[in-house]
């Protein structure tokens, strides 16, 4: 099927006389005839549900849905982008371990890996998204498990060379995790790039209306474990907390990752998704193909009236013939990117101060990808306590604005815009 049909009707298919929409399946719980029908559910030797924290059928259904998106072997729900990126990595990371990972990555994650993770004995090696060949080989170590990436990062707007992080990944034995929220499956399919776990906070462009925050993981099922059964003891000897059970063996290259994920980490964390929550991001995930589409036509609207604009220093944007990431965004991103711009005035920290109390229709907000326009001026909220220096250093100098481009039309952004910039 067309990537515009699964968004619409991916995931759910309704028998005769069953409801036309997902149903919402409230309830923690499920019925059982006899405690041997049960017993096989905890032998994980029969499909079914018996507690909502491991699966649920509204959550399954969407969690399908995005698997198919993506191109994917199968997927999972869970209750966040924190909570997606955190079980990718556990599942195949542990005390000891090591991940290398692209510097320019969201804030929250590069502080789960850099400091919860640290915490739980977990180490990390940074490097740019634009590091050689040769800077990415000299970032492994024996004990390395893991690569991980943003196709565009948030803030930094950077776009990944997939294949080239790939590349490295699969040379040194290990997957590569790409979290995919910026672009969505509706504008880049990491997975056919090479990617062999792809994440998502879909409280973002999923969503898409700012309504439920929620995460995702999808397994390609490519990825040989079994091949590589020394590094990753995990999915390829018995699971001692789980009836002894070898997940890779028992569930091969396309079950191994997602079942172990369900069974033991969601287990044992309990960080699901709700049934409310997934059918929102359902109702989200219909329309998302017509929704990028909107959101990238606006960003590079604003993007381009904002680059000839005499009182705008620069203008950070794939779409923009100017970015330097804007060959691998033809080449990862040929239909179009997000609808995030960054940019900087050339009156500084102030300028941006009175730039953004000027707007009327893009309001301020710690959030992006929304249906409505918002935007953000990181030197004076996210990043308030670092100086001038500090935050140049970071990427996010003090006059830079993120600009999250919504759906309005884009004549009145570009007008706000512009009656904000006169006051400059
Ligand atoms: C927002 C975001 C996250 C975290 O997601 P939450 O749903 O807020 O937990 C992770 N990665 C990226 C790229 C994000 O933009």
Same mark, same amino acid.
Do not use: E, F, K, Q
């Given at each position: 099927m067309n990537r515009d049909t699964i968004c619409v009707q991916g995931g759910y298919t309704p028998a005769n006389g069953e409801p036309r929409q997902i149903p919402i399946i409230q309830s923690t719980t499920f019925k059982y005839d006899t405690s041997e029908d049960m017993g096989k559910l905890f032998d994980l030797e029969a499909d079914g549900y018996f507690y909502s924290r491991l699966q649920n059928p509204t959550c399954d259904a969407v969690a399908r849905k995005i698997a198919a998106l993506e191109g994917g072997a199968a997927a999972m729900l869970t209750s966040s982008g924190q909570a997606a990126n955190f079980l990718a990595l556990f599942n195949i990371c542990q005390c000891g371990d090591h991940i290398v990972s692209s510097s320019t990555i969201y804030g929250g994650t590069f502080n789960l890996i850099s400091v919860t993770m640290a915490k739980m004995g977990i180490e990390v090696t940074f490097v740019p998204p634009t590091a050689s060949e040769e800077e990415l080989d000299a970032a492994f170590r024996p004990n390395t498990k893991a690569v991980f990436g943003e196709?565009? +990062?948030? =803030?930094?707007?950077t776009v990944l060379d997939i294949e080239k992080f790939a590349r490295a990944a699969h040379a040194h034995g290990v997957p590569l995790i790409v979290d995919n929220t910026f672009p969505t499956p509706v504008n880049c399919r990491p997975i056919e790039w090479g990617a062999d776990i792809v994440t998502h906070s879909t409280t973002k462009y999923m969503d898409g209306h700012g309504a439920a925050v929620g995460g995702a993981i999808v397994d390609s099922g490519n990825f040989d474990w079994m091949a590589h059964a020394d590094k990753f003891p995990g999915l390829t000897t018995p699971d001692e907390s789980y009836h002894g059970i070898t997940y890779a063996e028992r569930f091969g290259q396309g079950g191994a990752f997602i079942t172990k994920a369900t069974a033991q980490l969601m287990r044992d964390f309990g960080c699901c998704q709700s049934p409310q929550s997934a059918f929102l991001l359902n109702l989200g995930l219909e329309s998302l193909h017509v929704r990028m589409a909107r959101h990238c036509e606006n960003a590079m609207a604003v993007a381009t009236f904002l680059e000839s604009h005499p009182k705008v220093a620069y203008v950070d944007y794939?779409?923009? +013939?100017?970015? =330097?990431y804007h060959a691998l965004a033809e080449k990862y991103l040929p239909n179009g990117s997000c609808g995030v711009v960054s940019f900087g005035l050339a009156g500084g920290r102030e300028a941006a101060s009175t730039f953004m109390k000027s707007l009327r229709l893009a309001a301020i907000e710690t959030?992006?990808?929304?249906a409505r326009t918002c935007c953000l001026n990181p030197a004076s909220s996210t990043h308030r306590q670092m100086n001038d220096e500090q935050l140049k250093a970071a990427g996010v100098p003090a006059e830079l604005v993120r600009m999250s481009c919504g759906l309005e039309a884009s004549a009145d952004l570009i007008a706000d815009i512009a009656q904000a910039l006169d006051k400059v």
């Open positions: 196709t565009i +990062a948030n =803030p930094a707007l794939c779409g923009l +013939a100017s970015s =330097p959030h992006v990808a929304d």
